[in-house]
């Protein structure tokens, strides 16, 4: 079947600091792939996405590259803000029949400190 | 353009009621996706519904839930008899295309709450 797994959390960074936020994704296919972004009490944003090997997905400074031969879609920013500070969600869509779910990771908890 | 619409936002029920969730999707979007988010867990697919049609119900529970998407209306998520374990966050999503690669646009949320 379809998995994603994230690196556990949380994570707790200076501002400035920073962010590397591991994904690896298991598929029979070819996925699409996502970072989504939960702020306190809300419901989940896109963050990024890339939809074939090598793409690299990019937002609000924040970066991932679907790399298929590590299967892997890691979080990174170069420079974290007080305002980052959320839970991350790497997921993966991939076409199988009449399924159109998305898998999700079990999420990261980033706290950036002033 | 309103974006996905969850209401309540918070619902408390006993154990053995019922809860009624509902969703309006984004405007223009015909398919609809619901998600369970567990205390410190990640989201989990429930079901995956168009207008008047059940597509995918692979992550539902086999009793006491059910979903619904009327031609007229807002995608409703039952739960019959609700119990501790069913306290959760129940999200909401929808998208415009059947496209692998379209994002789903979320809403804000359900927080149910078992007593």
């Known amino acids: 079947g379809n998995s994603v797994t994230q690196m556990e959390g949380p994570v707790t960074l200076s501002e400035e600091a920073f962010l590397t936020i591991n994904c690896t994704y298991t598929?029979?296919?070819?996925?699409?792939l996502f970072w989504y972004v939960q702020y306190p009490g809300e419901g989940l944003q896109l963050l990024l996405k890339a939809t074939k090997a090598d793409d690299k997905g990019s937002n609000k400074g924040f970066e991932a590259t679907y790399r298929k031969e590590t299967t892997s879609f890691h979080l990174e920013k170069g420079s974290v803000q007080v305002s980052d500070s959320a839970v991350y969600f790497c997921a993966l869509s991939i076409s199988s029949g009449s399924a159109r779910q998305l898998t999700f990771g079990s999420g990261t908890q980033l706290t950036v400190l002033p | 353009n309103a974006g996905v619409m969850q209401n309540p936002r918070h619902l408390v029920r006993r154990r053995g009621q019922e809860a009624r969730l509902r969703c309006s999707p984004m405007k223009g979007h015909s398919h609809v996706y619901w998600y369970r988010q567990l205390p410190e867990e990640g989201l989990k697919f429930m079901v995956y519904?168009?207008?008047?049609?059940?597509?995918?119900e692979s992550g539902m529970p086999k009793e006491r839930f059910s979903a619904e998407f009327p031609k007229e209306g807002p995608s409703i998520l039952r739960i019959q008899q609700v119990v501790r374990g069913d306290s959760a966050a129940y999200f909401c999503?929808?998208?415009?295309?059947?496209?692998?690669?379209?994002?789903?646009?979320f809403g804000p949320g359900t927080r149910l709450t078992v007593t």
């Open positions: 519904l168009q207008k008047e049609n059940i597509i995918d």
């Open positions: 598929a029979t296919g070819y996925p699409s």
């Open positions: 999503a929808s998208s415009p295309t059947l496209q692998v690669f379209d994002e789903q646009y």
